[in-house]
């Protein structure tokens, strides 16, 4: 009888265990989370159930052999279909419920992170609300 509850409760567990979040910075230093992977060429880690961070995936390869400088990523480009449109105004909603919260925001900043200021929080807010304005208010 005592092997029920615990089967059951290893069965509703089972799902949180396989979960996967993404954690990637944009090139505007805009921290996102997600369960899938971001655009190819992003470096990005993986962040799992305990709350551990993976480390960083590498940098893709230049011509040279060299990783390419994470200061200044390519910027990927992403056909305007309805399904990508639809995506970004998701992420861009979830960046900004995150900001306007009142929990900390961290950012990377030249390979650190750092906690971000309320000048720097307002500036982030703003330039997702200008991103939201702009791709998704129609």
């Known amino acids: 009888m005592r092997r029920l509850p615990l089967a059951v409760v290893l069965l509703l567990a089972a799902p949180l265990a396989c979960a996967q979040v993404f954690k990637w910075t944009d090139t505007h230093g805009t921290v996102h989370y997600s369960q899938t992977p971001p655009p190819t060429g992003t470096r990005y880690s993986r962040v799992t159930v305990s709350g551990s961070v993976e480390p960083v995936t590498p940098a893709p390869n230049t011509e ?23 995506r970004l105004c998701a992420s861009l909603k979830s960046n900004l419920a995150t900001l306007q919260g009142s929990g900390p925001v961290v950012m990377q900043t030249n390979g650190q992170q750092k906690v971000i200021d309320d000048a720097q929080r307002k500036q982030q807010i703003d330039d997702a609300q200008a991103q939201y304005q702009r791709y998704c208010a129609s």
């Open 64 to 86: 040279g052999g060299a990783a390419a400088s994470p200061a200044a990523p390519a910027p990927a480009t992403v056909a305007d279909t309805p399904a990508n449109r639809a």
